[in-house]
């Protein structure tokens, strides 16, 4: 994992974060041209480094022609988080997140021009902030499984499934813990309320028993397996600062409609939404292809529904795979 010192970062609301870090990976190299960039941001609580099994030889996102970056974001370690930099830790945004990772591009590697930008979830929110921040550079969009801006179902989510567990929890202190592990309880509950929201309730069938194919031998297993063993070892004040950022994100002017703000972006965008995804579910996602001039909707048909993004299935790896390679290809 390499860092970006970005040095006292100004923050869109006026505020400093001082000392600021962007960590991030490459694959692949830059050719002479520098017109080769990937741009694939990561999503709530997940390192960069979780997304690197979707890049490879002859995949999609091939570094053998590809210069493909993987940055962090504010708020997740080892980027700038308040588990790491002195208190107070300021508000930041999904905004502040993309200008540091376009100066990371640009001052590290001399990068003026993205060929895709892609990501899903919150790592889609920022693929949004990009087209629409620096529009002139970035030539095609592949946000899969996320909006410009969380649907209310989704900010709602946000709120009482990620924060409020945590914030509420006695140990959380109002954020001054001084142990991580004073708030397992919290944590724990998120990830409950995590496994009873963002699968579809499909995944659950008796029939089914999807879990039993990611090699557990119950329901509650698979909680405590997947479900826990992805928040426990999270700190909760960068998980709450993560969920109240992508909370409040919002890529437009003030005042300004969806439709609006949509209706502005100029880069080649390719949309995937995912059956069963009560986060961001394909209808919505599908409105939003309406709204961008020109842009191409694909839904995939998953018994995991937001979970497809992990790449727990082949048929969804596959079909995620094609989505980012005809997003390269247009």
Known sequence: MNIFELGDFPLTTGAMLPGARLAYQTFGELNPAKDNVVVFPTFLGAPAEVLNGWIGENRALDPRTHFIVLPGHFGLPPSSAPSNTPA?????????????????????????EVRLALGWSIGAIQVYEWALRFGDIVRSIAPIAGAPTPPT??????????????????????????????????????????????PPRTFYYDSAEVWRNLGFDSVDAFVAGFWEGFWLPQDPNDVVT?????????????????????????????????????????DELKQYAEWIPGATFRQIDSVFGHLATFGLAEPDVKAIDDVIRNALES
């Open 242 to 282: 993560q969920a109240r950022k992508a909370h409040a994100a919002w890529p437009g002017a003030e005042g300004e409609s969806l439709r609006e703000v949509l209706g502005r972006v100029k880069a080649k965008t390719t949309i995937a939404a995912f059956t069963g995804d009560a986060l961001f579910p394909p």
């Open 153 to 198: 179902w989704t900010k709602l989510w946000l709120k009482t499934v990620v924060e409020e567990p945590i914030t509420a929890d006695p140990g959380y202190a109002g954020g001054a813990y001084t142990d991580a592990a004073h708030v397992r309880g919290g944590l724990a509950r998120v990830a409950h309320g995590s496994a009873l929201t963002a």
């Open 88 to 112: 107070p830790f300021p508000a930041v945004s999904v905004a502040d997140d993309v200008i540091a990772q376009q100066r990371l591009l640009e001052e590290v590697f001399g990068v003026r």
